[in-house]
């Protein structure tokens, strides 16, 4: 009896002792006692924070006058214009996350209208630099869910037609829409790649024309961004011979 008198007894002590190191770490970190430090739970909200403060970030508008106004576009040689298309192509590739070269869409824009802004198609509604019309614009806005304008002053439209009349006097919204065009044909190509993606924003009945088309873009690029400058001689790749300037 005695013997289990005195077992009991440092048992007793035992738990005491556990409940007393038990109180002092917790008195040191409380945090352990959940679920790790009170230093790595701080970091994790701080990631969890900071994560929810990008998604909540407003988007990033892009002001029209980062190329030159409709005004100042019939002073500028073809050359300038092509600078002024290179540089508001990599800022709207940029905002709108996608990858293409501004050299092939710049290339593309000098196909399809020679960098006239004013460019109109006798057959169609095709008309601006990349000769957008008026039903190709509203299918954008129908099935290209992505597609959010990024240009100040039409970031709040929701429909192709108001797009497409609002457009003719703006240089970047021109750009933005031919853009957003080849990207949905891309996205919608099998396979999955520019050359198709070109050759169904050409969308001829003749594949040997769309083949041509791509093709023609596709070398004018290369040369473009083998050259590192913007010249006619890269620029007339883009075209057929007797269309070249």
Same mark, same amino acid.
């Given at each position: 009896?005695?013997? #289990? ?7 007793? @002590?035992? *738990?005491?002792?556990?409940?007393? !190191? ?30 929810? +403060? ?8 892009? &002001?029209?006058?980062? @190329?030159?106004? #409709? ?6 040689? #073809? @050359? ?6 290179? =540089?508001?192509?990599?800022? #709207?590739?940029? $905002? ?7 050299? $092939? ?39 290209? &869910?992505?597609?959010?304008?990024? $240009? ?8 192709? +037609? ?5 457009? =003719? ?12 065009? *080849? ?10 790649? !520019?050359?198709?993606? *070109? ?5 001829? &009945? ?28 890269? !620029? ?10």
């Amino acid at each position: 009896m005695n013997l #289990l008198f005195h077992a009991l007894g440092i048992l007793l @002590v035992f *738990l005491l002792h556990a409940d007393t !190191l038990s109180e002092s770490a917790s008195t040191k970190d409380p945090c352990k006692l959940h679920r790790g430090s009170c230093a790595d739970q701080a970091k994790d909200i701080k990631a969890i924070s900071e994560k929810a +403060a990008e998604k909540n970030q407003p988007e990033e508008i892009l &002001d029209p006058q980062i @190329v030159p106004s #409709l005004k100042e576009w019939s002073e500028l040689e #073809l @050359v300038e214009r092509g600078k002024a298309l290179i =540089k508001g192509y990599q800022e #709207l590739t940029r $905002v709108h996350g996608l990858s293409y070269s501004p050299q $092939v869409l710049t290339c593309k824009a000098y196909n399809e209208s020679t960098f006239d802004l004013r460019a109109k198609a006798s057959s169609s509604s095709a008309s601006g630099l990349a000769q957008t019309t008026k039903s190709t614009c509203r299918d954008l806005f129908t099935r290209g &869910d992505w597609f959010s304008s990024k $240009v100040a002053g039409f970031e709040q439209i929701k429909n192709g +037609a108001t797009y497409y009349a609002k457009m =003719k006097s703006f240089p970047l919204a021109q750009m933005e829409i031919g853009l957003a065009i *080849l990207h949905q044909k891309f996205e919608e190509s099998n396979p999955k790649n !520019l050359k198709t993606a *070109l050759k169904r924003y050409r969308g001829d &009945d003749d594949p040997t024309i769309n083949e041509t088309y791509a093709k023609r873009i596709l070398n004018c690029e290369k040369c473009l961004i083998g050259s590192s400058a913007v010249t006619i001689e890269c !620029l007339n790749k883009a075209k057929p011979p007797q269309e070249s300037k």
